[in-house]
Structures are given as C-alpha cells and as structure tokens.
C-alpha cells in the first residue's frame, strides 16, 4: 500500500510540474483577463471550472497558480535544506560552544508559532512572492538543522568515520563524504513532507493577503471564492481542490518513502 500510495504521489506531483511547466499552453485564456458579461457564472464549455466575480477564468488561474506554489516551496525547503544541513551538521560533528549556542537558537525559534511569525513578517515588509519566501525560510532551517545534528551525532563515532580519521581524512571531508550520505534517507523524507507544509503555509499567507498581487495564487483564489461560498461556490472549491491534491501528493511521497527507508521522524 506505501508504494502504490508513493506512486500515486509521483503521478500527482509529476502532472502539476508539467502544468506549471506549460501552463501558457494549457491554460484556455488570459487568467487576467477581465469578462464581466461572465461574472461568476458556473462550469461551461468555454469555462470548464467558472468563472470569478470578475468573469476571469477559474481553471487558467488554477493553471498558474500552480507556478507560485510550487516555486515558493521547492525556493523555500532548498534554502532552508542548505543552511539547515550545514548548521545542524557543523554543530553536530564539532560539539562544543557552536552546539550549545545553535541548539539554544533553535529551541527559541521553535517557540514561536512558525505561521504567526511568517504573518508578522510579510506583514511588515508588504506582500510580495520574494517576501513570502523570505518570511517561510526564517523558520524553515531549523527542523533541518535539529534533525542532521542528531543524525551525525549517532554517525560521527561509528568504525568508518573513525577508520576516515585515522587515514587522515579532513573534517570537510569526513563529514562531506561519509557521514552525511548516510544521513540523507531521513532529511529526503523530512523535505518531502515540508514541501507540502510550505504550500500550506504560502497558501495561508495568500488568503490573507500576504502574498502576491500581480499573479494568481491558490490562496487569494480561496479568498475571494469564500464570500460567494453560497452561491458561486466553483469559484473556492477548484483552489481548495487544487491545494488539497498537491499536498496529498506531497505527503503520499513522503509516506512512501519513509516506509520504504523504515525512517522515524523527529520532531
């Protein structure tokens, strides 16, 4: 069941990278294109998912919404696997004062709220898709960095590592070329599920009006479908829709995976 779940996860992902891909060549018009003879008006052959209050079409605006998801998640969880990797590993492998240090940063930021912060953030330097994605990574490192200390902590004193001191190896690249692939099974499933929670999270921010004013995004597609919810309610069902399936995706990889590897997360 975890493979055929992980499969269908690969299928999901693999169709919305290709519509976001093409979406100018998928996408059935202009999604900012202004037709108010339409406004609101329901699944139809030249709409397939509607229409919003300004007659725009619902399914191009899905289409490219697609793009600002995906491209805030997969900017997000690479930055955040980057400084994430190096803290957690450098702390984990070293020790010492640089741990102690790291590991008190981390539990103070674990404390605050990640989504509450993420709001203060955009909230104060605007809406923007650069902000959102600035505001994501501030928080977004940390469980990276708690998860691969823990990982070199187990792995620094196994035979290898010390075999690799003891012909001499560098700590660069002791650490680079034998502790850390051994502690990528966990970090690959970790990321996978935080692609998911990212999506979320940029999705939040865009209901509320933190995100992005000059493309479509998923969120603010919710935000103004919610007020015509009993109505006209195709116009915050098929972004909900879209938002629900990309995350389910996101997590079956994960779940796939972790089965796979028999990985338990940490917290």
């Known amino acids: 069941m975890g493979n055929r779940l992980a499969w269908a996860g690969l299928i999901i992902i693999g169709l919305l990278l290709t519509t976001a891909l093409l979406a100018p060549f998928l996408a059935p018009s ?29 399914l191009s605006q899905v289409i490219y919404g697609s793009r600002v998801s995906l491209v805030v998640a997969l900017v997000v969880v690479g930055i955040s696997l980057l400084i994430g990797v190096a803290l957690g590993a450098t702390a984990g492998y070293f020790g010492g004062v640089f741990d102690a240090i790291l590991m008190r940063i981390v ?33 977004g490192w940390v469980g990276y960095a708690r998860l691969v200390r823990g990982q070199v902590l187990a792995e620094k004193n196994r035979e290898y590592v010390v075999a690799a001191r003891a012909l001499g190896g560098s700590h660069p690249r002791i650490i680079l070329r034998h502790i850390l692939p051994n502690c990528f099974a966990p970090v ?17 921010l865009s ?7 000059d493309v479509p995004t998923w969120g603010r597609l919710l935000n103004e479908g919610a007020q015509y919810i009993l109505f006209a309610p195709h116009v915050a069902t098929f972004p909900g829709m879209a938002i629900m399936i990309t995350v389910l995706g996101f997590n079956f990889i994960g779940d796939g995976l972790r089965n796979k590897w028999d990985v338990k997360r940490t917290a």
């Not at 999604?31 to 919003?52: A, F, K, R, S, V």
């Not at 539990?107 to 990640?114: C, E, K, N, S, V």
């Not at 209901?207 to 004013?213: A, D, E, N, R, W």
């Open 188 to 204: 690959i499933v970790e990321a996978t599920f935080g692609l998911a929670g990212v999506i979320l999270a940029e999705s939040s």
């Open 107 to 139: 539990d103070i930021l674990l404390a605050f709220p990640g989504i509450l912060l993420a709001i203060a953030l955009t909230g104060i330097l605007g809406p923007s898709l650069k902000n959102i994605i600035l505001a994501l990574c501030v928080l």
């Open 207 to 213: 209901f509320l009006g933190l995100g992005p004013q």
């Open 30 to 58: 202009d999604p900012l294109g202004i037709d108010l003879t339409g406004e609101l008006e329901g699944p139809g052959p030249g709409h397939p998912l509607g229409q919003d209050k300004l007659g725009r079409d619902i």
